[in-house]
């Protein structure tokens, strides 16, 4: 049974960097593209930044366009996503979901914290 697992989180000062990594286990992993998603205290969970997962394709939610890198490691079946110049604004949890059949996000992690904070 695949399983993401996401590491990376913690806490930041406002401009500071974090990576955060997801890594797909199990025994076969395919999928036709990842994302992150993230959700703050009393808020919905939202997109943040996807990739497809064969070419490398990648959109991202207005707020973190040109601060926020996603990418992907195909053979490590890892996708990442580089956080710069973080706000206060960007704290929440972040979620990584797999895509697997080109139909919509379907399978999720657990989650990892991310808190900016002066």
């Known amino acids: 049974q695949v399983q993401l697992l996401e590491s990376g989180g913690g806490l930041v000062h406002p401009g500071g960097s974090l990576r955060l990594s997801c890594a797909a286990s199990?025994?076969?992993?395919?999928?036709?593209?990842m994302g992150w998603f993230c959700q703050a205290p009393g808020k919905e969970r939202e997109f943040v930044a996807g990739?497809?997962?064969?070419?490398?394709?990648?959109d991202y939610a207005g707020s973190v366009k040109g601060r926020f890198t996603i990418s992907r490691d195909k053979a490590k079946n890892t996708v990442y996503l580089q956080m710069n110049s973080l706000n206060l604004e960007d704290t929440a949890v972040y979620y990584c979901?797999?895509?697997?059949?080109?139909?919509?996000?379907?399978?999720w992690g657990q989650g990892t914290q991310v808190t900016v904070s002066s």
């Open positions: 979901a797999a895509d697997r059949l080109g139909s919509g996000y379907n399978l």
């Open positions: 199990g025994r076969t992993f395919s999928t036709a593209g």
């Open positions: 990739i497809r997962w064969n070419f490398g394709y990648t």
